[in-house]
C-alpha cells in the first residue's frame, strides 16, 4: 500500500519524487521510496561519500568547540581555568605563608629566651605577633580596596620578607628590640595572608564558595609540615646566626608569592562600584547573618586560641609530660585543623552552612569532655583533635556566611570587621591563657572556654542560619 504522500499521483509523478529526494529519505514516503533511497546511496558517487564525511567532521569540529565554552554547571571551561589558576596561585602563598608562621611561633619563644633581658619577657615576641596581625587587618582591607588584591597582597608579602630579613638581623646582632619588631612585622604580614580565603570566595562560582576556602586551607597542610621543618633544620645554615637560614628561606619564598600574586586575576574594584550602593556600616554589622558568621570565627579561632596555648604549658610544665609528647600532640592539633578543609566545602554543600557551623561547634564542646575525663597524653591529644577540628568547620562556615552577608560595595568593610573582631579576640585569648592557667589550672581554662562556645550554639539555634540563605 503506497504512503498517503504518494497515493493519486501518476507513475512519472511518484518517479520524479523519488528522484528529488534526498538520499537516506527513508523515514518518508512509501516502502518503494525508501527502496529505491537506499539503491541511489549505494550508487552515490565517491566524491558525495567524502563530501558528506567533511560535513560530519566539521560539525564534529564545531562539536567539540561548544563543549570547551559549554557552560559547566553555570561556568564556562574558560572560567574553570581561570579559576585553578587563582586556587593554585592561593594555596601555594597560603602554604609559604603558614610554613613562616609555624616557624615564627616555633622559634619566637626559644630566640626570645635567647635575646630577652629577663625571662619573663621570653614570650613576648608570640604575643607581639598576634597583636601585629590584629592591628593590622582593618589597614590590610582598606588599602586592598585601593589598590586591589593582587597589588595588596604582593605588598604583604614584601612586609612579611622584610620581616624575616630583619628575624634575622636581630638573631645576629642578639638585639631583643629588633627582633620583636620583625616579629610584629610578620603578624603584619599575616593579616594580609588571611585574606587569601576571600579572594577565593570572591573568584569562586556560585554555590561553591566553600569549596574554594577549603581548596586555600588545604595549603596549609603543607606549611604545617614544612614550619616545623624549617625551624628544627635552619639553625646552623648561617654561621654565626643561629636559625638565620631559616628566616633566609622564608624571606625569599615570600619575595616570590609577591611575584606570583601580582598575577592574580580578581574582582575589578569599578565591578563593586558598579554594583548596588553600600550601605552604612551599622547596618551591616546589624544583620543576624553577619552577627553569626562574625561569631563562628570569634568562637572558633578564641577558643582555639585560648587552649592551645594553654595545653602545652598543663602537659608538660604542670603534669610532667616529656616534651615529645607535648609535640606530637599539637602536631595533631594542627594536622586536624587543616586536613578537614579537604572535605569541608564538600560537607557544606551537602549539609549547609548552617549545620556544618553547628557541628563545629558541638565538636569544640567535645574538647572539654575530653580535657575533664583525664590529664594523660590520650586525653590532651583527643581534647587537641577535637579543638582542631571543630576550629575548621567554624572558621570556614563563618567565612562563607560572611559572604553572604554583605553586598559587592561592602565587602572590604565588613571583612575587616571581621577580621578584626576574629584576631582581636584571638589576641586576648593568647595574652590571658597564661593567667588563666595559673591562677585557675587545666580546668579553669576548660571551664572559660565553655562560655563562647555555648553563646555560639545559641545564637545559631536562634538563627538558624540555613533556614535564611534557603528563603533569600
Known amino acids: 500500500m503506497r504512503h498517503r504522500q504518494c497515493a493519486g499521483q501518476g507513475r512519472r509523478s511518484v518517479e520524479r519524487r523519488r528522484q528529488s529526494r534526498p538520499p ?3 523515514t518518508i514516503g512509501c ?4 527502496r529505491t533511497c537506499r539503491a541511489r546511496q549505494e550508487r552515490a558517487p565517491q566524491e558525495f561519500r567524502v563530501k558528506r564525511n567533511s560535513q560530519r567532521d566539521r560539525r564534529s569540529r564545531r562539536h567539540h568547540e561548544l563543549a570547551r565554552e559549554r557552560p559547566q554547571g553555570g561556568v564556562t571551561t574558560r572560567a574553570m581555568n581561570l579559576l585553578n589558576r587563582n586556587l593554585a596561585m592561593l594555596m601555594g602563598a597560603q602554604l609559604v605563608g603558614v610554613s613562616g608562621t609555624v616557624a615564627m611561633v616555633t622559634l619566637g619563644g626559644i630566640v626570645g629566651q635567647r635575646l630577652a633581658p629577663t625571662p619573663a619577657l621570653a614570650t613576648l615576641p608570640l604575643s607581639v605577633h598576634i597583636v601585629g596581625t590584629a592591628a593590622t587587618t582593618v589597614g590590610a582591607a582598606w588599602l586592598m580596596s585601593r589598590i586591589g588584591r593582587p597589588r595588596g ?4 608579602a614584601l612586609i612579611g620578607s622584610l620581616g624575616y630579613l630583619l628575624a634575622m638581623a636581630a638573631t645576629g646582632l642578639a638585639s631583643f628590640s629588633l627582633f620583636c619588631v620583625a616579629v610584629a612585622l610578620v603578624g603584619a604580614a599575616n593579616a594580609f595572608a588571611l585574606q587569601y580565603r576571600f579572594a577565593a570566595m570572591e573568584n569562586a562560582p556560585e554555590g561553591r564558595e566553600s569549596q574554594a576556602i577549603s581548596l586555600v586551607l588545604v595549603g596549609s597542610l603543607g606549611g604545617a609540615i614544612v614550619g616545623p621543618a624549617l625551624a628544627a633544620q635552619g639553625e646552623h645554615w648561617i654561621e654565626g646566626i643561629p636559625f638565620g637560614g631559616a628566616f633566609l628561606v622564608v624571606a625569599a619564598s615570600y619575595v616570590v608569592v609577591a611575584g606570583m600574586l601580582r598575577r592574580l586575576s580578581s574582582r575589578d574594584l569599578a565591578d563593586d562600584a558598579a554594583a548596588e550602593a553600600p550601605r552604612p556600616l551599622g547596618v551591616v554589622v546589624r544583620q543576624p ?3 553569626v558568621a562574625v561569631l563562628g570565627g570569634v568562637a572558633g579561632f578564641g577558643v582555639m586560641t585560648f587552649v592551645m596555648t594553654a595545653a602545652p604549658l598543663s602537659m608538660h610544665v604542670v603534669d610532667g609530660h616529656s616534651m615529645t609528647a607535648t609535640a606530637a600532640v599539637i602536631q595533631a592539633h594542627v594536622l586536624a585543623m587543616y586536613l578537614p578543609s579537604l572535605v569541608t566545602g564538600y560537607l557544606i554543600g551537602r549539609l549547609g552552612i548552617g549545620r556544618i557551623m553547628t557541628i563545629g561547634a558541638l565538636v569544640l564542646a567535645l574538647t572539654l569532655v575530653a580535657g575533664f575525663l583525664g590529664r594523660e597524653v590520650m586525653h590532651y591529644g583527643a581534647a587537641m583533635i577535637a579543638l ?3 576550629w575548621n568547620f567554624l572558621y570556614i562556615g563563618g567565612t562563607a556566611l560572611l559572604g553572604h552577608s ?7 568593610r ?3 570587621v571581621n577580621e578584626f573582631s576574629v584576631f582581636g579576640v ?3 585569648g593568647s595574652l590571658g591563657a597564661g593567667a588563666v592557667m595559673h591562677f585557675a589550672g587545666w580546668n579553669g581554662v576548660l571551664l572559660a572556654a565553655a562560655l563562647p562556645i555555648a553563646v555560639a550554639l545559641a545564637t545559631l539555634a536562634a538563627v538558624r542560619p540555613g533556614q535564611r540563605l534557603a528563603g533569600a
Do not use: D, I, N, Y
Request: glycine share 14%; aromatic share 14%; charged share 15%.
Open 406 to 412: 554583605h553586598r559587592p560595595s561592602e565587602r572590604f
Open 388 to 390: 582542631g577540628v571543630g
Open 289 to 291: 547573618l553577619f552577627l
Open 31 to 34: 516502502f518503494a521510496c525508501r
Open 414 to 416: 565588613a571583612q575587616a
Open 426 to 428: 584571638s589576641a586576648c
Open 153 to 156: 597582597f604582593a605588598v604583604g
Open 24 to 26: 537516506a529519505c527513508g
